[in-house]
C-alpha cells in the first residue's frame, strides 16, 4: 500500500525534475564553459570547472597581447578576455539605461491611463479599453518597419531614443494595471477626494504605493523583455558600438578569427544574465511582501 | 455651523431614478440618520452632500452657502467610510497628518525636501502634530499612532478611520454605514462610543445605515428613504409609535409589524378577525389594513376580552422576550406576537387567543397611507 503510494507520486516527481533538467541544462552549459579552457570544452571533460590548469592562450597572444600576460587559469582568462575583447560595463550601462527609463517612462504612461479606464466614469471608457485589448493582439513585428521608417525619418536611428520610444506605451501594462485597479474600493479613493486630493495626486500617492506587488511584476516582464531583447536593437542601431544593448554586444563574440572560442563567450553571456537574475531574485522577495500587505479592506 | 439644506434633489443612474425631488434640512449640532433598505439610494444621497456625486438637479446648501459647483476638499466636510478607507501604506500618524497637510500647506511646503526649507512648514507641522495628538488622545489611538492599518484590528482601523475624520474639525461628520464591519459586540459598544462623541463635539453628524436599530439608538432624528424618496423625517420615538405610512412601519421596528385585512363598518369603526377595533377613524375607503406592533398583541386567557384565535408554529426565545409566529385561524396570514417568558411556556401547535391593543393599532389605507 505504502509502496504503491510511493510509486504513484514518484513518477509525478520524475516528470517534474526532467522539466527543471530541461530549463536548467542550458545554465548549467553556460556556467560550466564560462569556466573552463578551449581544450575541455571541445573534449566535454572536467565536470563543472575544469582542471583550471594554468596555460597560456593562443587567441589572447594573436591579440597581441605578451605571452606572460596571457598566462592564467581558464576561468580568470575568460572573464578577463571577454571584458578585454568588448567593452561590456558599456553594454550593460547601455542596459541598464533602456530597460530603466523604458519602465519609468511605461509607469508615467500606464498608472494614470489605467487608473483612468479602472475609476473613472466617462463616455466611451468601454470603448477605449476594448482598444487597449486590441493592441494586445497586434505583434511587434507586424510594425516593426513602420516603426523604423518612423524614426529614420525623424533621424533617430542610432540613437538611445530609438531604442526606448516604441515601447513607452505599454497595453499590457495599461491592460495589467487596470484589472489590478479594478480590485481598489472606491472609497479609498472617495476618501482621498475628501482630504483634499486632486486626480493626479491620487494616482500618485494613492493608487501607486497600493499597486506596489503589481508594478513589481510588471516591472518583472518589462525588464526582462527589453533586457532579453535582441530583435529591435539590431534594427534600430546600426553601426555605434556604444549603444550595443548586452544582447548585440554578445554578437560581439560570433565570427571573426577567433569564433571558436567558447570560453570568453560564455562569460560575456554569465555577466549579462547574472544582473537579470539578481533582480528578480531581489524583487521575489519584494514581490511577496507586497502581496502580503493587507489592510485595504 | 453645520446647517445643511437639501432642496428638490433628483439623481439618476442611466435611466434608473434613485433619488427623486429629495428635500431635507438638517440643523446645526444634530445626529440625523438616514435609514432606509439596501438600495434606496441613502448612500448616494450622502455623495452627493459630500460633492462626491453630482445631483442631476436640486442644490446643495451648507451654512447658506449653495455648494453644488463646490469641490468635495473644499466643503469642509469629513466622512468615514465602511470599510475605514485608510491609506494602506501609511502609518495611522501619516493617515491622520494626510488632510491636514493637503488643507493647511501651501503648494511649496507640500514638495518632498523642498518643502522642508519653507519656514512657514515648521510652524503648521506644530500644529499639525498637536492637532493629532488632541486627536489621538480622544479616541484613545496614541499608541497606534506608528502602526500600519493593517496591524490593526477592526475597531482600533475605525478609530483611525474616526480620527482622520475629526482633526480636520469639519462642520459636518458624514458616516456611510461605519459599524457594519464590525463583529455585532463591538458594534453596539462603538454605538454608544459615537454617541458620546457627538455629545462633546457637538457637531452635525449624518450618519447612513441601513441597520434601524442603529438608527433608533444613535440618532436625534432619523429620516426614513424608501425607493429615493424621503418618507418621513422625525424623532426615532415618534417614528416608531407614528408612522406616516405602511412602508415606514414595516420598515421600522424588529421584528416587523403585524398587518390584517380590515373592513370599515358603515359607522366608521374597523373590524378585523373578528374584533371591532374601540377607535373610530376619519376614511371614506370600505377596506383597510390594520397594523400592530408585536407588542401590543397580547396573549390572553380572558375570555372577556375580545380576541382572535391563532396557533403557534415557531417560538423564538430571545430571553428577555419570547416572539410567537403564528398562523391565524381564518386566515392563511402569519404573525407575530410578543410573549414575556414569566406568562408560562406555550409549546409549537398550542392555539392561543390573541388581544390587541386597541390604542396602538394603527390604519392603514390599502395604498399604503396613515388613516389617523
Request: glycine share 12%; charged share 20%; net charge negative.
Given at each position: 500500500m505504502l509502496a504503491r503510494h510511493y510509486i504513484g507520486e514518484s513518477w509525478k516527481h520524475g516528470l517534474l525534475i526532467i522539466g527543471a533538467l530541461i530549463v536548467l541544462i542550458p545554465f548549467y552549459m553556460m556556467v560550466s564553459m564560462s569556466l573552463k579552457s578551449q581544450q575541455e570544452i571541445q573534449s566535454i571533460?572536467?565536470?563543472?570547472?575544469?582542471?583550471?590548469e594554468i596555460q597560456t592562450f593562443p587567441v589572447c597572444t594573436k591579440h597581441g597581447y605578451t605571452e606572460e600576460v596571457c598566462t592564467m587559469r581558464p576561468y580568470k582568462y575568460n572573464f578577463w578576455f571577454a571584458f578585454k575583447k568588448a567593452p561590456i560595463p558599456r553594454y550593460l550601462m547601455n542596459g541598464l539605461i533602456v530597460t530603466v527609463s523604458i519602465f519609468l517612462i511605461q509607469v508615467l504612461i500606464a498608472l494614470p491611463c489605467s487608473y483612468a479606464l479602472a475609476k473613472l466614469r466617462f463616455k466611451g471608457r468601454e470603448f477605449v479599453f476594448s482598444m487597449v485589448l486590441f493592441c494586445l493582439?497586434?505583434?511587434?513585428h507586424a510594425i516593426a518597419l513602420p516603426l523604423y521608417v518612423m524614426l529614420a525619418k525623424a533621424g533617430?536611428?542610432?540613437?538611445y531614443a530609438a531604442l526606448i520610444i516604441p515601447w513607452t506605451i505599454s497595453v499590457f501594462g495599461i491592460f495589467l494595471m487596470r484589472q489590478f485597479f479594478m480590485?481598489?474600493?472606491?472609497e479609498l479613493i472617495d476618501a482621498a477626494r475628501m482630504d483634499g486630493m486632486g486626480e493626479y495626486s491620487i494616482v500618485w500617492k494613492v493608487m501607486l504605493p497600493v499597486a506596489i506587488p503589481a508594478l513589481l511584476a510588471f516591472a518583472i516582464f518589462s525588464v526582462v523583455a527589453h533586457w532579453n531583447d535582441y530583435f529591435w536593437p539590431r534594427i534600430v542601431i546600426t553601426?555605434?558600438?556604444?549603444?550595443?544593448t548586452p544582447p548585440l554586444g554578445i554578437?560581439?563574440?560570433?565570427?571573426?578569427?577567433?569564433?571558436?572560442?567558447f570560453g570568453p563567450m560564455m562569460a560575456s553571456i554569465v555577466t549579462v544574465t547574472v544582473p537579470l537574475i539578481v533582480a528578480f531574485i531581489i524583487a521575489q522577495k519584494r514581490f511577496v511582501e507586497g502581496i502580503t500587505m493587507t489592510g485595504m479592506k | 455651523m453645520g446647517t445643511i439644506s437639501l432642496n428638490n434633489i433628483n439623481k439618476s443612474f442611466g435611466s434608473t431614478?434613485?433619488?427623486?425631488q429629495l428635500s431635507l434640512d438638517i440643523q446645526d449640532g444634530e445626529f440625523l440618520t438616514l435609514v432606509?433598505?439596501?438600495?434606496?439610494?441613502k448612500s448616494t444621497l450622502l455623495k452627493i452632500i459630500a460633492g462626491l456625486e453630482q445631483q442631476n438637479s436640486g442644490d446643495v446648501i451648507i451654512d447658506d452657502k449653495?455648494?453644488?459647483?463646490?469641490r468635495a476638499s473644499k466643503r469642509d466636510l469629513a466622512m468615514v467610510f465602511q470599510s475605514y478607507a485608510?491609506?494602506?501604506?501609511?502609518t495611522v500618524r501619516k493617515n491622520l497628518e494626510t488632510p491636514l497637510k493637503l488643507r493647511d500647506y501651501s503648494f511649496v511646503e507640500r514638495?518632498?525636501?523642498?518643502?522642508?526649507?519653507?519656514?512657514s512648514r515648521k510652524e503648521k507641522k506644530k500644529s499639525i502634530d498637536d492637532l493629532v495628538f488632541k486627536t489621538s488622545e480622544t479616541l484613545k489611538i496614541t499608541e497606534l499612532?506608528?502602526?500600519?492599518?493593517?496591524?490593526?484590528s477592526g475597531g482600533q482601523r475605525q478609530r483611525a478611520a474616526l480620527g482622520r475624520a475629526m482633526v480636520?474639525?469639519?462642520v459636518a461628520f458624514l458616516m456611510d454605514e461605519?459599524?457594519?464591519?464590525?463583529?455585532a459586540a463591538l458594534r453596539v459598544h462603538m454605538r454608544s462610543e459615537l454617541s458620546e462623541l457627538h455629545n462633546s463635539l457637538k457637531t452635525t453628524f449624518i450618519y447612513v445605515t441601513h441597520d434601524q436599530a442603529e438608527a433608533l439608538t444613535m440618532s436625534t432624528r432619523m429620516a426614513v428613504m424608501i425607493d429615493g424618496e424621503l418618507l418621513q423625517l422625525d424623532t426615532p420615538s415618534e417614528v416608531y409609535n407614528?408612522?406616516?405610512s405602511l412602508r415606514v412601519a414595516e420598515f421600522v421596528g424588529s421584528p416587523k409589524i403585524n398587518t390584517f385585512d380590515a373592513e370599515i363598518r358603515s359607522d366608521g369603526f374597523a373590524e378585523f378577525n373578528g374584533i371591532r377595533l374601540e377607535k373610530k377613524f376619519n376614511t371614506n375607503s370600505q377596506k383597510a389594513l390594520v397594523a400592530v406592533r408585536p407588542e401590543h398583541l397580547e396573549i390572553t386567557k380572558?375570555?372577556?376580552?375580545?380576541a382572535f384565535e391563532a396557533k403557534v408554529s415557531y417560538k423564538e426565545n430571545l430571553g428577555s422576550d419570547i416572539f410567537y409566529h403564528v398562523q391565524v385561524d381564518q386566515s392563511d396570514s402569519k404573525i407575530i406576537v410578543r410573549g414575556s417568558p414569566q406568562a408560562g411556556l406555550i409549546s409549537n401547535g398550542e392555539t392561543i387567543k390573541i388581544s390587541p391593543s386597541h390604542s396602538e393599532a394603527m390604519l392603514f389605507e390599502i395604498s399604503g397611507e396613515r388613516i389617523r
Open positions: 571533460s572536467g565536470g563543472l570547472v575544469g582542471a583550471q493582439l497586434i505583434p511587434v533617430l536611428v542610432d540613437t480590485t481598489v474600493p472606491d553601426g555605434n558600438r556604444d549603444l550595443f554578437r560581439e563574440f560570433r565570427g571573426g578569427i577567433d569564433s571558436d572560442e | 431614478k434613485v433619488l427623486k432606509g433598505p439596501s438600495g434606496c439610494g449653495n455648494v453644488n459647483s463646490t485608510l491609506y494602506p501604506h501609511l514638495l518632498p525636501l523642498i518643502g522642508n526649507f519653507v519656514p499612532l506608528d502602526r500600519k492599518p493593517g496591524q490593526l480636520r474639525e469639519p461605519p459599524l457594519s464591519n464590525l463583529d407614528n408612522p406616516s380572558d375570555s372577556n376580552k375580545p
